[in-house]
């Protein structure tokens, strides 16, 4: 008798227990990461990074990206990077080497840079002969798909493998009609470019064994690859991991196209090209898969939710702060020949003009927001080498 009154006591003792946890696990669920913060303000207490690469890859909203480090250098007196002498960029297609950067000299001690974003083919021992040992690697990815669809319309004229294909749909029905790599290095644009861009083989065959070996390669070295297509996530995990302000990453959408210059594959179409970029699509899909459990594994939903709704309201207030109205303008409708963006191809690429009367520092941070990419760095190159001839972008007035 007793014995078994004992038994129903610690039975029911368990079952109180196990519903107390199953509550707790439950709220734990639902609650924002708060309940962390002592934790979360040791991190964001932490000085906000400042070494930082960025791997600019290819048709990928990387301009946009790019924007955010250069302001974030500039209004930080951090040393950029740059390419040497009139290079627009720092090498690309070939393979990078430190001395397509302004100011590294052949031997001896080589200066450290805080950041690098412009276009290169990555080369990590090169790289790491002018960024500082404790920097923060990242890049981004877009879906394939578009990327190359967007790459089609933007180097009609410049890629050998483009130019003769009536259109995308035609290309990738029979994409070895048109495309021989050893013909021209341009043709990185038309198979893998992302691939590519990582410095490896983009003709490679799609083994298992090969591509798994690339993807460790490349997540070992990169703390973080942001996905276009989840835009405004990327940038909430992005400021997380680099303890940067709010601000720091509101951007607008810098180099887009027009309506009029964006086409749509056919269901087959696309297809065709998750075939034909295989190594792409393999690199999209592992790395969609990683970003994803990563913000998961940092934010709950609902945290996450609450932080891309204030970055976006924070661009909305910039929007109406700074620009005429929130259209993007095609060249012709931009009225500062020193806002209009580099012009390629088929595409129109859009930019922005300001609203007139802002005040002196107000102007500034606008201004920052929606200097195209080569103004922009011709801009830091000056303040940085004054004493060097400034870049020649004149071709941009024309
Ligand atoms: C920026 O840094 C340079 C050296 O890197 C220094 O000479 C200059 O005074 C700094 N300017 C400001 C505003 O901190
Ligand atoms: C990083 O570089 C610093 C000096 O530049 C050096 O003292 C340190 O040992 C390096 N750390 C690693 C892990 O290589
Ligand atoms: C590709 O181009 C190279 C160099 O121009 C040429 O030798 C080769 O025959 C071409 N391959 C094909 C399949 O056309
Ligand atoms: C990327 O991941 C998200 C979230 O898991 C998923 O909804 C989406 O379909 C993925 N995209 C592709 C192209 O696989
Ligand atoms: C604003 O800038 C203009 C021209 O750059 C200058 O003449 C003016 O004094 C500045 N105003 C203030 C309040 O700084």
């Keep these: 008798m007793l014995s078994s009154l004992g038994a129903t006591q610690r039975c029911f003792g368990a079952i109180v227990l196990l519903v107390l946890t199953?509550?707790?696990?439950?709220?734990?669920?639902?609650?924002?990461?708060?309940?962390?913060?002592?934790?979360?303000?040791?991190?964001?207490?932490?000085?906000?990074?400042t070494n930082v690469m960025f791997l600019k890859t290819h048709k990928t909203a990387s301009s946009t990206v790019l924007n955010i480090l250069f302001r974030f250098a500039e209004t930080h007196n951090l040393s950029v990077a740059l390419?040497?002498?009139?290079?627009?960029?720092?090498g690309y297609p070939w393979l990078f080497l430190a001395r397509y950067v302004e100011g590294v000299k052949q031997g001896g001690t080589q200066p450290r840079f805080n950041v690098m974003c412009n276009h290169l083919r990555f080369n990590l021992p090169e790289v790491q002969k002018v960024m500082p040992n404790d920097t923060f690697y990242f890049s981004i990815l877009r879906?394939?798909?578009?990327?190359?669809?967007?790459?089609?319309?933007?180097?009609?004229?410049?890629?050998?493998?483009?130019?003769?294909?009536?259109?995308?749909?035609?290309?990738?029905?029979?994409?070895?009609?048109y495309y021989?790599?050893?013909?021209?290095?341009?043709?990185?644009?038309?198979?893998?470019?992302?691939?590519?861009?990582?410095?490896?083989?983009?003709?490679?065959?799609?083994?298992?064994?090969?591509?798994r070996a690339r993807l460790a390669e490349v997540e070992q070295r990169f703390q973080l690859v942001l996905i276009a297509e989840h835009?405004?996530?990327?940038?909430?995990?992005?400021?997380?991991?680099?303890?940067?302000?709010?601000?720091?990453?509101?951007?607008?959408?810098?180099?887009?196209?027009?309506?009029?210059?964006?086409?749509?594959?056919?269901?087959?179409?696309q297809e065709r090209a998750?075939?034909?970029?295989?190594?792409?699509?393999?690199?999209?899909?592992?790395?969609?898969?990683?970003?994803?459990?990563?913000?998961?594994?940092?934010?709950?939903?609902?945290?996450?939710?609450?932080?891309?709704?204030r970055l976006r309201a924070r661009r909305r207030e910039l929007t109406a702060l700074c620009l005429q109205d929130s259209k993007p303008k095609d060249k012709q409708q931009i009225t500062d020949r020193r806002l209009r963006p580099y012009q390629s191809?088929?595409?129109?690429?859009?930019?922005?003009?300001l609203r007139r009367g802002l005040d002196n520092q107000t102007l500034q941070v606008c201004q920052r927001m929606v200097t195209p990419e080569?103004?922009?760095?011709?801009?830091?190159?000056?303040?940085?080498?004054?004493?060097?001839?400034?870049?020649?972008?004149?071709?941009?007035?024309?």
């Design 274 to 309: 998750k075939r034909w970029c295989a190594l792409d699509w393999r690199l999209y899909q592992h790395f969609n898969r990683s970003f994803w459990a990563q913000v998961r594994a940092e934010l709950s939903p609902r945290r996450l939710r609450s932080e891309v709704a």
């Design 83 to 90: 390419p040497a002498g009139s290079r627009l960029h720092l």
């Design 231 to 269: 835009f405004d996530e990327s940038m909430v995990l992005l400021r997380r991991r680099l303890r940067w302000q709010l601000d720091d990453i509101v951007s607008f959408r810098l180099n887009s196209r027009s309506q009029r210059s964006v086409t749509r594959l056919t269901p087959e179409g």
């Design 143 to 177: 879906n394939p798909v578009f990327q190359l669809e967007s790459s089609f319309i933007y180097y009609r004229d410049y890629v050998p493998a483009f130019r003769d294909a009536a259109s995308l749909d035609t290309f990738l029905a029979s994409p070895l009609t």
């Design 22 to 49: 199953l509550f707790l696990l439950a709220s734990l669920q639902h609650m924002d990461v708060t309940v962390f913060l002592p934790l979360l303000r040791d991190q964001a207490e932490a000085p906000p990074i």
């Design 345 to 353: 191809g088929d595409a129109d690429i859009l930019g922005y003009n």
């Design 374 to 398: 080569l103004q922009y760095m011709a801009h830091l190159y000056a303040l940085q080498f004054p004493e060097k001839p400034p870049k020649d972008i004149s071709f941009l007035e024309e």
């Design 180 to 211: 021989n790599r050893s013909r021209s290095l341009r043709n990185a644009h038309a198979r893998n470019n992302m691939w590519f861009d990582l410095g490896f083989d983009s003709d490679a065959p799609a083994e298992e064994s090969y591509v």
